[in-house]
T-cell receptor, first 110, second 111 residues
Framework: GQQLNQSPQSMFIQEGEDVSMNCTSS?????WLWYKQDPGEGPVLLIA?????ELTSNGRLTAQFGITRKDSFLNISASIPSDVGIYFC??????????FGKGTLLTVNP | DTAVSQTPKYLVTQMGNDKSIKCEQN?????MYWYKQDSKKFLKIMFS???????INETVPNRFSPKSPDKAHLNLHINSLELGDSAVYFC??????????FGDGTRLSIL
């Protein structure tokens, strides 16, 4: 089956720093999604990417759909305390199932 | 205003009991899903319904039975609950091929 490797597993940064996390796949995806999950809540969609090479921003967040269609990254600029949470990448493949990465736990030190 | 709502938010019950979780979406989506999130936060698809028809049925024990009375509702019934069923169960919905929107989860604890 399709697998996603998400890294890093966790990050501990100072407020104001930039953050980068990425996902790689063993197979091609047609869509990449990035979600954030706060404690006690469900994942919330941050950015959706539909074309290879696509670069999309949402405020301080920027994500790219890799040219090979097997990877994606998410950058957060000038982090703030409310950026704390678990970030998940997810990919739609040919099996029409959304496969999730194992998440990146982000901690921001004020 | 809630887009995807599921009830209850917390469910504490004893091993062997039968329980149900309900989900409703008001986004007008045609596809609904159930996911299980384990203690390590890994999210795994369990079931998916498109226009009330089952389209994804992962390797899930048949003690789990989903039911979709209409496009806006997807319920999950679990028979003979076991300790390993303890997890957070998320309902989600999407338009076909579109990104999924999640509910806030049901925290199931088996005593």
């Amino acid at each position: 089956g399709q697998q996603l490797n998400q890294s890093p597993q966790s990050m501990f940064i100072q407020e104001g720093e930039d953050v980068s996390m990425n996902c790689t796949s063993s197979s091609i995806f047609n869509t990449w999604l990035w979600y954030k999950q706060d404690p006690g809540e469900g994942p919330v969609l941050l950015i959706a990417l539909y074309k290879a090479g696509e670069l999309t921003s949402n405020g301080r967040l920027t994500a790219q759909f890799g040219i090979t269609r097997k990877d994606s990254f998410l950058n957060i600029s000038a982090s703030i305390p409310s950026d704390v949470g678990i970030y998940f990448c997810a990919g739609w493949g040919s099996n029409y199932k959304l496969t999730f990465g194992k998440g990146t736990l982000l901690t921001v030190n004020p | 205003d809630t887009a995807v709502s599921q009830t209850p938010k917390y469910l504490v019950t004893q091993m062997g009991n039968d329980k149900s979780i309900k989900c409703e979406q008001n986004l007008g989506h045609d596809t609904m899903y159930w996911y299980k999130q384990d203690s390590k936060k890994f999210l795994k698809i369990m079931f998916s319904y498109n226009n009330k028809e089952l389209i994804i049925n992962e390797t899930v024990p048949n003690r789990f039975s989903p039911k979709s009375p209409d496009k806006a509702h997807l319920n999950l019934h679990i028979n003979s609950l076991e300790l390993g069923d303890s997890a957070v169960y998320f309902c989600a919905s999407s338009q076909t091929g579109g990104p999924q929107h999640f509910g806030d989860g049901t925290r199931l604890s088996i005593l």
